[in-house]
């Protein structure tokens, strides 16, 4: 997949981690670092959706929410409608062990027919790590003018691909919500 933009969804503050979530440090990092260092093998072509300053010493160019606190989807909203490229890789800015062999499984398995292509196990999908098509933007903008923000929805409503992971490799893909999770998460890695 030649032209492929990333688009991190810096999210508002979070109220669970009471900080700007990709700023929250992991291993002597912000998140999003974590993230970008992951991304960076595959393209440079990264953009965050954040209307934040907090962000402004990373050189990424930053785009704030087109419709304000419509959650998740109305990042993936506002990234595709920016997009200048039919897919996108959309990820959460709080998945610190996020890796570059799992964006490349991901990018290597997307069939262009499939809208979203997200990952899932039996037990867990994961909405906010995916393969969007521009061409869902008109399904995105009616489901936020009718308030139907949730992610599963979404996926329940177009064409879409689900890449079956063991449940094992949730941990990469897991989003740290909270102090508690990261403490966890901590004490697992060490």
Do not use: W
């Not at 160019?61 to 595709?80: R, S």
């Not at 899932?120 to 969007?132: C, F, M, Q």
């Not at 992971?165 to 890695?189: G, P, Q, R, Y």
């Amino acid at each position: 997949m030649k032209s492929l933009t990333v688009f991190i969804l810096c999210g508002g503050k979070s109220s669970r981690m009471q900080s700007e979530k990709g700023l929250v440090l992991f291993q002597e990092k912000p998140f999003i670092e974590h993230i970008i260092q992951a991304i960076l093998p595959i393209t440079d072509k990264i953009k965050l959706i954040t209307g934040s300053k907090e962000y402004d010493e990373l050189k990424y160019e930053k785009i704030p929410d087109l419709i304000a606190d419509k959650g998740p989807l109305g990042g993936i909203y506002t990234a595709l409608s920016h997009s200048e490229t039919e897919f996108n890789l959309i990820l959460s800015c709080d998945i610190p062990l996020i890796s570059t062999e799992l964006l490349q499984q991901l990018i290597s398995k997307h069939t262009k027919e499939a809208g979203i292509t997200v990952f899932a196990s039996e037990t867990k999908t994961h909405p906010l790590i995916g393969i969007y098509s521009k061409n869902i933007v008109p399904v995105i903008k009616e489901a936020i003018e009718s308030d139907e923000l949730k992610m599963m929805d979404l996926l329940a409503r177009l064409p879409h691909q689900i890449i079956h992971i063991e449940e094992s490799e949730n941990v990469h893909l897991t989003n740290i919500n909270s102090a508690d999770e990261l403490n966890d998460l901590n004490m697992n890695l060490s």
